[in-house]
Nanobody, 124 residues
Framework: VQLQASGGGLVQAGGSLRLSCAASGYIFSINASAWYRQAPGKQRELVAAVTSSGSTNYAASVKGRFTISRDNAKHTVYLQMNSLKPEDTAVYYC???????????????????WGQGTQVTVSS
């Protein structure tokens, strides 16, 4: 299984970006998915997460500005980022808990995967 993140780039403060993370390989179903970010010199932090049922949670710093969503048919999770601030500058990573087969699903055997990261830079 691979997670391919895309959509990062350079944007001015107040602008928007939409990140995508597509999972490929042997996938029966995706349980929880999340976006993390890591700024230079800082620890990686959770930005937003979505469960298989669609429940979401957000870091306080992005609540009201970012929206996480998922397309189960496409095995893709999105992060819509609006009203971007310079402090949002970081490498963004997607993460997912995946059942690789029906057998894994029946056994509740989840495997965790990380995407390669995509750079988001917000200029002031």
């Amino acid at each position: 299984v691979q997670l391919q993140a895309s959509g990062g780039g350079l944007v001015q403060a107040g602008g928007s970006l939409r990140l995508s993370c597509a999972a490929s390989g042997y996938i029966f179903s995706i349980n929880a998915s999340a976006w993390y970010r890591q700024a230079p010199g800082k620890q990686r932090e959770l930005v937003a997460a979505v469960t298989s049922s669609g429940s979401t949670n957000y870091a306080a710093s992005v609540k009201g500005r970012f929206t996480i969503s998922r397309d189960n048919a496409k095995h893709t999770v999105y992060l819509q980022m609006n009203s971007l601030k310079p402090e949002d500058t970081a490498v963004y990573y997607c993460n997912a808990d995946i059942y690789g087969s029906l057998r894994d699903y029946v056994r509740k055997l989840l495997r965790n995967y990380w995407g390669q990261g995509t750079q988001v830079t917000v200029s002031s």
